[in-house]
């Protein structure tokens, strides 16, 4: 069976991040793994650019290209500004392009962003619509907020609920499963979790703020993927106690009947921040983001402490388990 999702960190070290085309100075913030975007100086402005694909929802797929990239825009201290997208309908997928293009339109106009570009083509070889959008965005923070900025004793710190991206869509794409088993009225509020979607007003306030050391968007892998990837930029360890981490009355009850993790699941709409202990205190004030965690050293290991006191280590990227449900229903 195979691994579906985000390519490891080996492969990505051996193809990708080798092969970068011709070095310019005026790249700030070149691909590395667990930066969510890209960073370059254009005349006296500093430029955000993220690059995400919506591939594994059907339902609301405009809407959310727009989103998951504004989001690892804002996560490095951007305001997001321009949106760029490819859109690949499958054959006779041609009535999905109404309802994807008013998505990104609305989701656009709620976020200030134009729409300066993209590529639109009927393709073989795919059963669903798939989106590749682009989001750039400009500094308004004094320097990019990348994901290597943590540092072992930053508290890790979280905004909403676990699993928001992957409750949408567990409860739209797995609804005939779901059905019978989960009440219609739990179903019908986790398919309103898309509009949680956004980020970028929490980002912005930290942003603003300048409490965060680094800030991630943990989407594929969910919270446990995102604190690795921004434990792994930062040579660190994270530990993670899973009492602290807020699930939703809906994201727990589609989890348990599915049994998966929602710790797990995709999460975009949730803000992952590393925040220096000494800002605790202001970041309470503010309000919006609950400590999960915090950071260590690297030889301490990443440690998940289950509610019954168990302890999981991840020593690698983590599956998400909206994609191991794929693989194990298709």
Not at 191 to 205: G, M
Request: net charge positive; hydrophobic share 40%; charged share 25%.
């Amino acid at each position: 069976m195979k691994k579906l999702g985000k390519i490891d960190r080996d492969l990505l070290e051996r193809f990708v991040f080798r092969r970068l085309g011709y070095r310019r100075r005026d790249v700030i913030v070149p691909p590395r793994f667990g930066e969510d975007a890209g960073v370059i100086r254009a005349g006296g402005r500093l430029l955000v650019l993220a690059m995400d694909p919506i591939t594994g929802a059907s339902e609301l797929a405009g809407w959310l290209s727009v989103h998951v990239n504004a989001n690892d825009v804002a996560v490095m201290g951007a305001e997001p500004r321009w949106f760029s997208a490819t859109i690949l309908l499958p054959e006779n997928g041609l009535e999905d392009l109404d309802r994807i293009t008013r998505d990104i339109h609305r989701a656009c106009r709620s976020l200030h962003v134009a729409v300066i570009t993209g590529h639109t083509e009927v393709s073989p070889g795919i059963s669903r619509p798939i989106i590749v959008g682009q989001m750039v965005g400009e500094l308004v923070s004094r320097k990019p907020i990348t994901s290597s900025g943590a540092r072992p004793g930053d508290l890790l710190v979280m905004s909403k609920t676990a699993g928001i991206e992957g409750t949408a869509i567990l409860a739209s794409d797995f609804r005939g499963m779901l059905a019978g088993r989960v009440p219609d009225e739990v179903l019908t509020r986790a398919e309103r979790f898309y509009r949680k979607i956004s980020v970028v007003k929490e980002a912005l306030r930290l942003t603003r703020g300048g409490f965060a050391s680094a800030m991630h968007d943990p989407t594929e892998g969910g919270l446990i993927g995102g604190a690795y990837e921004l434990a792994e930029a930062s040579g660190c360890s994270f530990i993670i106690y899973e009492k602290a981490v807020p699930v939703a009355k809906e994201t727990r009850i589609i989890c348990e009947v599915l049994g998966c993790d929602p710790l797990k699941l995709i999460s975009s709409g949730v803000l992952l921040a590393a925040v220096p202990r000494r800002f605790a205190g202001r970041l309470s004030r503010i309000g919006g983001f609950r400590v999960i965690g915090e950071l260590r050293g690297r030889r301490e290991g990443n440690i998940v402490v289950r509610n019954d006191g168990s302890e999981e280590r991840v020593g690698g990227p983590v599956l998400d388990e909206l994609w191991r449900l794929l693989m194990e229903y298709s």
